[in-house]
C-alpha cells in the first residue's frame, strides 16, 4: 500500500495536471502516459525516494496529532491512576508513563536508561503501567508485581519491578516466592493475592487503556501530551524532555 501511494504522489510530482486526469483518459492514452512516467523514474529514480519521504513525514504528522488527541482523551485514566505506581518527583514539570511487559527485551534495555533519566534530571514524575502482553510469565510477574504494591506498598513494588525487569529465569509461582523471601516480603499473601479480583482488574483497566490509544507493543511512552511508540535511547529521550520544556 505505501508503494502504492508513493507512486501515485510521484506521479503527482512528475505531472501533476495529468496525474489528476487519469479516469478521463482512453486506453491508447493511459498506456502512453504510463510508458512516459516509466522512462522518466527509471532516468530520475530519486523523484520516487522524494515521494516516499513525503509521505512517511505526512504519516508521522498524522501519527503524532492523532496520539495528541488520544492522550488528550484519556489523560485522566494515564496520569491520576491510583492502581499504578509512581516514582521520580511527584512535583515534576514532566510526566513520564510508560507502559512495559518485564519479558520484553527492549523494556530491558529501556529500564537502566529511564531510571538514569529519572534520577539525573530530578524533574520527572515516573508512571508505570504493567501491561503484560508476551504471554504467561509477562501475566504472572506483573499479577505478581501489582500484588505485592497492594500488599506491601510502593517501596517493595519498586524491588520487585527492578528485579522482574532484570529476572534472566523461568517464571513461576516457586521463583516469585523466593523473590518475596529475598526481600524478605510476605511471600504466602502475594502469591494468594495474584489471582485475586483486585489484581484482574489493574491489568484488565491497563489492556482497555492501550486499546483505546491503539497501543500494542511494549514500551509505549506518554511523555507529556506525546507518545513513543517503541525503545527511545536514552539521549534521544533528554532531547524529548528538553522539547517537551520548550
Known amino acids: 500500500m505505501r508503494r502504492i501511494l508513493a507512486l501515485t504522489m510521484a506521479l503527482a510530482l512528475v505531472s501533476p495536471a495529468q496525474a489528476t486526469d487519469l479516469t478521463n483518459m482512453t486506453d491508447a492514452e493511459r498506456a502512453a502516459f504510463g510508458a512516459q512516467v516509466r522512462a522518466y523514474l527509471l532516468?530520475?529514480?530519486?523523484?520516487?525516494?522524494?515521494?516516499?519521504?513525503?509521505?512517511?513525514?505526512?504519516?508521522?504528522?498524522?501519527?503524532?496529532?492523532?496520539?495528541?488527541?488520544?492522550?488528550a482523551a484519556y489523560s485522566d485514566a494515564l496520569f491520576n491512576d491510583t492502581n499504578s505506581w509512581q516514582g521520580g518527583n511527584p512535583d515534576g514539570d514532566i510526566t513520564l508513563v510508560e507502559f512495559v511487559d518485564y519479558r520484553c527485551s527492549y523494556c530491558r534495555r529501556a529500564h537502566d536508561e529511564v531510571a538514569e533519566l529519572i534520577s539525573t534530571d530530578g524533574n520527572i514524575k515516573l508512571i508505570v503501567k504493567e501491561f503484560p502482553i508476551l504471554g504467561e510469565e509477562s501475566v504472572l510477574s506483573s499479577r505478581f508485581a501489582i500484588a505485592t504494591r497492594?500488599?506491601?506498598?510502593?517501596?517493595?513494588?519498586?524491588?520487585?519491578?527492578?528485579?522482574?525487569?532484570?529476572?534472566?529465569?523461568?517464571?513461576?509461582?516457586?521463583?516469585?516466592?523466593?523473590?518475596?523471601?529475598?526481600?524478605?516480603?510476605?511471600?504466602?499473601?502475594?502469591l494468594a493475592r495474584m489471582n485475586g479480583?483486585?489484581?484482574?482488574?489493574?491489568?484488565?483497566?491497563?489492556?482497555?487503556l492501550?486499546?483505546?490509544?491503539?497501543?500494542?507493543?511494549?514500551?509505549?511512552?506518554?511523555?507529556?501530551?506525546?507518545?513513543?511508540?517503541?525503545?527511545?535511547?536514552?539521549?534521544?529521550m533528554r532531547e524529548l524532555v528538553a522539547d517537551a520544556r520548550g
Do not use: C, W
Not at 479480583?197 to 482497555?208: D, F, G, K, R, W
Open 150 to 190: 497492594q500488599v506491601a506498598g510502593d517501596a517493595a513494588y519498586k524491588q520487585v519491578h527492578d528485579a522482574l525487569i532484570t529476572f534472566r529465569g523461568s517464571v513461576s509461582e516457586n521463583a516469585l516466592r523466593r523473590l518475596a523471601e529475598q526481600f524478605n516480603l510476605d511471600a504466602t499473601e502475594i
Open 210 to 236: 492501550a486499546q483505546a490509544m491503539s497501543i500494542n507493543g511494549t514500551p509505549t511512552f506518554v511523555l507529556n501530551d506525546s507518545m513513543l511508540r517503541g525503545y527511545v535511547p536514552l539521549d534521544g
Open 197 to 208: 479480583q483486585e489484581v484482574t482488574e489493574v491489568i484488565q483497566a491497563n489492556y482497555a
Open 43 to 71: 532516468e530520475n529514480p530519486q523523484v520516487l525516494r522524494e515521494a516516499i519521504a513525503v509521505l512517511e513525514q505526512r504519516e508521522a504528522e498524522e501519527q503524532a496529532n492523532a496520539d495528541l488527541n488520544l492522550v
